[in-house]
């Protein structure tokens, strides 16, 4: 038990006689169980932070797997990360559909996936496939930006693909490589 005494030592001045004062004490025990309440409540209720990630489905890694889905060129579009921060897109096969350079973000690719998406939607029925395909000058936030717009425009199916060498020539000529 905590106790606080305020009694005031009792110095002998003059001589006069004074009645002892009762000293006051004030009990700390009931402050002692606040604040452990106090601890104990913020420990129950905070929330620690919980990481930010993506589900991606990854590929097996059985190379025996002969399946593979063949993907419509009419109803896929190709999105090439280039370097500094600038992205190529285009519908259908590489060298046959020329390339637009964007910007990531609301303005800037987002707004092509919903638009295309919704061009593929009403003309063949289906949804869009997206192909990404990051560059040896992308780097990894361009990656993580570009998965993101996928989340936002909610992308049905999106993969990630190595970049071909006519790809690469693509992006060299818009000296976005």
């Known amino acids: 038990?905590?106790?606080l005494d305020t009694?005031?030592?009792?110095?002998?001045?003059g001589g006069k006689v004074r009645s002892k004062k009762a000293s006051t004490r004030?009990?700390?025990t009931a402050m002692v169980d606040l604040a452990f309440l106090l601890i104990t409540f913020f420990i129950m209720t905070t929330t620690l932070s919980k990481p930010k990630a993506m589900d991606v489905a990854m590929p097996d890694k059985d190379e025996d797997?002969?399946?593979?889905?063949?993907v419509a060129a009419s109803r896929s579009m190709t999105i090439l990360l280039g370097a500094n921060d600038k992205l190529e897109w285009f519908l259908g096969e590489p060298g046959k559909a020329q390339p637009s350079t964007e910007d990531?973000?609301?303005?800037?690719?987002?707004?092509?996936l919903?638009?295309?998406?919704k061009e593929v939607q009403q003309t063949f029925g289906n949804y869009m496939i997206v192909l990404i395909k990051p560059s040896d000058k992308s780097n990894y936030k361009?990656?993580?930006?570009?998965?993101?717009e996928m989340k936002i425009t909610n992308v049905q199916s999106y993969a990630i693909i190595d970049i071909t060498p006519v790809e690469v020539d693509l992006l060299k000529r818009d000296n976005n490589y």
């Not at 990531?104 to 092509?112: A, E, F, L, P, T």
């Not at 919903?114 to 998406?117: A, D, F, L, P, S």
């Not at 361009?142 to 993101?148: C, K, M, S, T």
């Open 1 to 3: 038990m905590a106790e």
């Open 7 to 13: 009694s005031s030592g009792g110095g002998k001045k």
């Open 26 to 28: 004030v009990d700390l």
């Open 65 to 70: 797997t002969k399946q593979q889905l063949p």
């Open 104 to 112: 990531y973000g609301k303005d800037g690719i987002r707004k092509v």
């Open 114 to 117: 919903i638009e295309k998406g």
């Open 142 to 148: 361009n990656l993580v930006d570009i998965l993101d």
